[in-house]
Every structure is written in C-alpha cells, then in structure tokens.
C-alpha cells in the first residue's frame, strides 16, 4: 500500500490543472439540454480533443492519452476542481467506447471512437422501452435480417440527449422467435437515419433531457453491428458493468458537491444551527463522498493489478446516487424558503445551481438500473441468497 | 499510488482467519464467558503460536516489528470471531505506548518480550473509557493522568468490577492514586503518547466494527437461505434481500475508510486524528445496520440466547462507544471539515 501520488502523477496533475485554467469558460455554459447549450458543450468536447483530453484512458492513436485509471482519477480530480462543464458525450466515451474497445472491430474502432473523442459524433443511449425499462429483457424493438442490413421497427424511450445527439446505439430483438436475452442484437446508428422520429420529453426541470425515437423501417447495415448477432445482451451487460461499476460517475463529483456544500453551510449558519440534523448531513457528506473516492482507488488498484469490476459496480451504484440525494436535500435545506427559486429569477443569486442538481439527483436511483435492482443483484450474485 | 495489501499480509490474515475458524467457535466462546476471569490462557497461547502477540513488538525484543497496516486486516478478523482477549489492547495499544517511552525506561525492556510471547496482560485507563477492560487479569496497568503516564501492578489499584451486557467483557473501575513513583512519563511526552494511543484504539475498534458487522451479515444470509416460510427460504423475499443488500452496501464503503486510518496512523499523517474517526463513524454506522437487519431477518431466533447472533450484537454495541463514542468521533471531523479554511473537495483525499 502506497497512497502517495508519483512525480509522474504529479506533474500530470499540474498539467491538467494549468490546462483546465487556461481553457475552461469562466461563466457556466447553458445547459445541454438547450439546443444552443448542446452546441456549446460539443464545442467544449472539441477543445478538450485538441489536447487529448477528451478520452485520457484511451490508446493515443484514438485519440487518448493511454492513461491508467488512477490517472484517470486524477484528471477528474482536476476536471470537477475546476467546475468545467458537464460532458455532452459521456454516453459515448464512458459507456459505450469501454464496449466497443472489447468487443469492436478494429474498422469499428478507427471509424467510431475519434469521431466520439473530438466531438463529431455525440451519442445517445437507446435501450429503454415503454415494456422494458427494470425489465430489459423484455425488449421488442424488432430488426429484421435483409440483404445486409437490419431494418428497425418499434420503440425506444428515455434516451438521454437523443433530442439533438447524432448517434444511439442499444439492443434490437433480431430473432422473432426469441425470448428474454436471447436473440438481441448490439447495433449502432445515426439518429438521423431515415424512418427515425425524435419525440422530445420534458424532464422535472421543463428541458427536454432524454427523447422517445420511433423506428419505422429505418436501415441500418450489418458492419453497424457490435460482435455476433444474438449476442446484444452479453454485450451491453458489460457496458452496463463500466456504467454502474466505475466510469459513470467519478468520485470527484460527489467531493466537489461535498466542499460547495460545507461552504453553502458556513454562508446560511442561522438555517444550520436552527437544525442541527443539517451539520449532520453536511459532515456525512463530506464524509461518505471521501468513502466513495476511497472505495474509488481500491478498485482501481485492484484493476491496475489484473482485477476484475465485481459486484461493487451495485454497490458503487446505491451509495453515489443515495449520498447525491442527501447532499442536494441537505442544501434545500439550507436554502430554506429561497430553495424553490429558478435560477434567473431575481432573488436567486447564491442558490447557485442547487435546484438544479437536487432535481438531477433525483434521477440517480432511478437511472443506469434502479436501486431496487441493485440490491436484487447484490443480494442474489453478492451474498448468494435465492432467487425468488 | 497503490491501495491494495501485499501478498504477505493477504497470507497473514488468510492464516489468522483459518486458525480462529477452528480456534474460536462461538460454542467455544461461549465457554470462556462461564469461567471467572472470561479470559482463556489456551487461547491466549494459540493466539501467540500464530504470532499476534508479536506483531508490533521490534526484533530487538523478539517480535515482528511490523505495524499499523499489517494489525488492520488481523484486527478485522479478531472483530469476525469476536475474541475474548486482550490481545488488541495488550500486543497493539500498549507496545505502542511503551516502544514511545523515555529512554531509560524499564517496562519496555521488561514487558515487551513477555507480551510477544503471549505471557503479558497489560490494560489500559483512559479517561474517554469510564471503566479499564482487562484490568483485573492484567499483569500492568498503563493509565492516564493528566496527560502523563503511570504505571501499575496489579494489588496497587483497587478494581471495582461492572458487568457488561457483552459475557465477554470484563470491566472495572480503577480507583489509584497518582504519585511520582507510579509516573513513568510527564505530560509533554504524554500528551503525544496518548493521541496515538487513542487514534491505534479508534483503528483497532473501526476494523474489528467491520469485522463484527460481517459476521452479523454472514448470520443473516446463512439463516435466511435455510429458514423456510410459505414454501421458500425467507432469503427468497426480497424485503428480506434489500435489508441484507444495505448491510453489504455499508461495510463495502467501510472498509477503505479503515484500511486509509490505519495506513494513515502508520505513516504518521498529520490528519490521523481526522482519518481515524471517520474510520470509527463508518465503520459503527455498518456495524449498528448490521446488528439491526440481522436479527430483523433473524425473526424470535434472533432475540434468543441461543442464537449465537447476540454475541456479535453486543460486542459491536459495546466497542461502538469505547475509545470515544459518537459525539467524540463527530466532533473530531467538524473540526477538520468546518474549520476555517480546510482543504477540501477533489484532490485533496491523499
Ligand atoms: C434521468 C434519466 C435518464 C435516463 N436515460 C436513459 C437513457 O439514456 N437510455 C435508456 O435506455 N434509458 C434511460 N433511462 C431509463 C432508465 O434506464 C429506466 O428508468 C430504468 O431502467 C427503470 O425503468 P422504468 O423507468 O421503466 O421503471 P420500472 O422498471 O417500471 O420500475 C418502477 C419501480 O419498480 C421497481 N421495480 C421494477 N422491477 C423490480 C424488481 N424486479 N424488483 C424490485 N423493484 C422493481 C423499480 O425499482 C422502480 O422503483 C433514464 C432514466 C432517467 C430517470
């Protein structure tokens, strides 16, 4: 055991750090869930690929850096430091490269990852339907085999950024006669195929944030297709494993809302020290956030010495999202009766976000499988207790 | 950067965890809780066979020379089996405290080789503990004054026994009186002294919450996947799975806490004191879950004495308050996390 950063680690860190001074937008940029937003933050994504920086654990020849995970840590470490904005492309570079680096092709790779590294392609993820949502075996979304190609016909919902993303990529049921996780199949395309509709959906906040997409015949050619047909579950599993596992949600987000939430609490004391169940929750804050980035480097050590992502992509899962929640509920509560202002109205000034991410953190249990379907799978594959 | 054991020390706990699967048997346990001093010298003696009384105790005095990282996985386990011994405060705490004595001082000279032998008892009174566990079947009483410390023989302090509701426990009060002959350190050097004794104290009792907290979870998962109900074992529910799952969740984010205090203690970090009690917040807030989804999934069998779940239950209520209770550990943390100017947030955890 060695917690000390190398020179090397070191000077990555200050690289990263004068970078991210020099480069970062000094007012927050408008949300990405705004068209003008979304094009401003895929402009970032550009930005950050000019120095390499939008993919560091990549191969450099993708466009990374070949940068292990504790570096990894590092630049996040950095990266939420410095408050630059939120990744429009997350869904690609976190989730679905990690897959296509498995399982890809090497065409596949050449011709899908720099594109997502610098910010051409921003993708959405698609596997959701109005009958598949805990349930994801239960997909119907149908591709049919013809002449090279699948053609898609059905429905997909809550997709992420699908609004004005240009790619998606999920599971399509490629054997009629199929049931549950058999006969899926992995496939990627361009939101803009023909066939395809994008029915916008509000979110809590009123922005359209994911998207309901209508498949009626769109084409799609089979090299679009990630590993064997039939294969799409064991496939997106993994993706599913890196999204709850590690890459997800980095720790240094939850530790950089810990440090604003100790500051929102020295700056409104008389809230605070009416209720002393709020010191509580911001020490437990603090506290649970350098938990998870502790937890954070154990795995990441266990990884650097040929490990593999167990079940703590389940517990990881539970305990982020349920800290984010008690962190953003703590700040409510702090904000009192000014909690509830939108952040352009007048009197807004110090609520600073808040509202927003309390309404973000709400979505945590729910999305990337609901807690409820954690714990099943802690309980079932960690501790081995029987299945129903 | 590296936060992973090495494969000594994984080898080192591997061998401790087979030794006191056999060893220490709860129905073993239980018979050391009838005999008088609570206390077992056969135990005692294996403990020491299988080297943890030595760990701490330099080479010089025929010990291991080892430290803070290499007790924390040992003391995860002797929490796992809930050993009756004074091992902890005897073999960590107290050759801690006299490895750091003056020079010239005798005890070190005289009791350290004893305890690594396994032949020495030694007990510790600090004033964050109202009652010295231990002291009746100690050889030494190390005890705070004042920040200073002194030294006693058994027969020097009057011992005022108090029953525990852990069987295993065995309290007293000490009534002593503090003179310049019992003083084998002032309170400069003291002062010093006994933070680290507090701090070793607050790891020791932080690993073996998360040890005591496993073995409930093991309890809960072994009774539930055998008890039947309507047809199924009460495993299959999922109200039954979902308690059990946060218990996992909670001990999973412990255990780093733990593992960094102990590092943290190794390496002499100036914030230790902060380290060591989020180690103790963490780890009793997954001891407490534990000790409650247990003995809920336990159904009437859990509220039994018979349940060998009660021994675990009470030791983990028990150790959750020695060595500093909540408010003590809560406190330490504001200080780091409220106080002026704290460095926080990411990049600043190593
Ligand atoms: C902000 C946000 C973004 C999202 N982005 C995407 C995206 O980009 N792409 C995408 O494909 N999907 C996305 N989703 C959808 C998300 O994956 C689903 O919401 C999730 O899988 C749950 O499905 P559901 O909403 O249909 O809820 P349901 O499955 O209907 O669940 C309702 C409730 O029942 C519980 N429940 C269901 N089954 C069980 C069970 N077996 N045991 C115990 N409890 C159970 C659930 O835990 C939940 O509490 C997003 C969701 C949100 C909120």
């Known amino acids: 055991m060695r917690l000390e950063y190398t020179e090397r680690q070191k000077a990555f860190r200050q690289e990263i750090r004068d970078w991210l001074a020099a480069n970062v937008p000094s007012g927050a940029l408008p949300s990405f869930d705004t068209e003008e937003g979304f094009a401003q933050h895929r402009a970032w994504e550009r930005k950050l690929s000019t120095a390499s920086l939008s993919a560091v654990t990549w191969p450099s020849a993708l466009g990374g850096r070949g940068l292990d995970l504790i570096e990894w840590l590092i630049f996040e470490e950095e990266y939420w430091r410095a408050n630059a904005p939120l990744r429009v492309n997350q869904n690609g570079i976190f989730l679905l490269a990690p897959t296509l680096m498995d399982h890809g092709t090497p065409e596949q790779k050449k011709r899908f990852l720099p594109r997502m590294a610098d910010g051409s392609d921003i993708w959405a993820q698609a596997w959701s339907e109005p009958g598949a949502g805990s349930d994801m075996a239960a997909i119907r979304c149908k591709a049919t085999r013809d002449n090279g190609h699948y053609v898609l016909s059905g429905q997909k919902i809550w997709s992420t950024r699908a609004v004005w993303a240009d790619w998606c990529f999920g599971l399509f049921r490629s054997d009629p006669s199929s049931s549950r996780h058999h006969g899926l199949t992995f496939l990627l395309l361009p939101l803009k195929s023909p066939g395809i509709t994008i029915r916008p959906i509000r979110q809590l906040n009123g922005l359209p944030g994911f998207a309901e997409i209508f498949f009626d015949d769109v084409r799609v050619p089979v090299e679009n297709r990630i590993g064997e047909e039939g294969e799409g579950w064991n496939i997106a599993m ?17 530790q950089q809302t810990a440090r604003r939430l100790v500051d929102l609490y020295h700056r409104n004391r008389a809230a605070a020290d009416a209720d002393p169940s ?20 154990a795995t990441a050590s266990r990884l650097a010495r040929g490990g593999q992502i167990g079940a703590e992509a389940s517990t990881n899962k539970i305990f982020w999202s349920e800290l984010d929640v008690l962190m953003h509920e703590t700040a ?16 807004a000034a110090g609520v600073e976000g808040w509202l927003d991410g309390f309404l973000f953190s709400l979505a945590g249990p729910i999305y990337a499988g609901t807690n409820e379907i954690q714990r099943n799978i802690i309980a079932e594959r960690m501790l081995g207790l029987p299945r129903a | ?18 030794f006191l699967m056999v ?16 206390r077992s010298n056969d135990l005692r003696a294996k403990l020491a066979d299988q080297g943890l009384t030595a760990i701490s105790v330099p080479e010089a005095h025929t010990g291991m020379g080892l430290g803070d990282l290499d007790w924390v996985l ?17 073999a960590y705490l107290a050759v801690d405290l006299l490895k750091q004595l003056p020079a010239g001082n005798a005890l070190a000279a005289s009791f350290l080789p004893r305890i690594a032998s396994g032949q020495a008892r030694i007990a510790i009174a600090h004033p964050l503990n109202p009652l010295t566990a231990d002291a009746e079947n100690a050889e030494l009483l190390l005890l705070w004054h004042d920040d200073e410390v002194h030294a006693l023989r058994p027969g020097q302090a009057k011992l005022v026994p108090n029953q525990s509701l852990d069987m295993s426990r065995r309290l007293s009060r000490v009534d002593w009186t503090p003179s310049a002959t019992s003083r084998v350190c002032g309170a400069d050097a003291g002062r010093g002294i006994w933070a680290d004794v507090v701090n070793r104290a607050g790891v020791a009792l932080a690993a073996q919450l998360v040890g005591l907290a496993s073995r409930m979870l ?36 412990a255990r780093p806490v733990v593992y960094r205090a102990a590092y943290a203690m190794q390496k002499s970090d100036p914030q230790r004191a902060v380290h060591v009690s989020h ?63 704290a460095a926080l947030g990411p990049s600043q955890t190593f």
């Open chain 1, 238 to 254: 993994a993706t599913a494993g890196f999204e709850r596992g590690l890459m997800l949600r980095s720790p240094a987000r939850f």
């Open chain 1, 332 to 347: 409510m509560s702090l904000l009192g009766a000014r909690a509830e202002l939108m952040p352009a109205a007048p009197e």
């Open chain 2, 23 to 38: 060893e220490a048997a709860p129905e073993s346990l239980r018979e050391i809780w009838e005999t008088r001093s609570g």
């Open chain 2, 74 to 90: 040992a003391q995860q386990e002797l929490g796992y089996y809930a050993i009756p011994d004074s091992l902890s405060d005897t």
């Open chain 1, 278 to 297: 709020i010191r509580d929750a911001v020490l437990k804050g603090w506290m649970d956030a350098e938990a998870y980035a502790l937890a954070t480097y």
């Open chain 2, 218 to 253: 093991d309890l809960g998962i072994d009774h539930s996947a055998n008890r039947k109900q309507f047809g199924k074992p009460v495993g299959s529910f999922q109200a039954v799975k979902h308690h059990l799952a946060d218990v996992a969740v909670k001990i999973e984010f």
């Open chain 2, 1 to 18: 950067m590296d936060f992973t054991f090495d494969d000594q020390q994984i080898e080192f706990r591997d061998a401790i965890r087979k």
């Open chain 2, 279 to 341: 180690a103790r917040l963490a780890a009793g807030e997954a001891a407490r879950l534990a000790a409650r989804r247990s003995l809920q999934v336990h159904g009437a069998m859990g509220y039994t004495w018979e349940a060998d779940l009660q021994m675990f239950m009470k030791r983990a209520w028990a150790l959750e308050a020695s060595w500093g209770d909540r408010g003590f550990h809560k406190t330490r943390v504001a200080a780091h996390v409220l106080g002026e100017g």
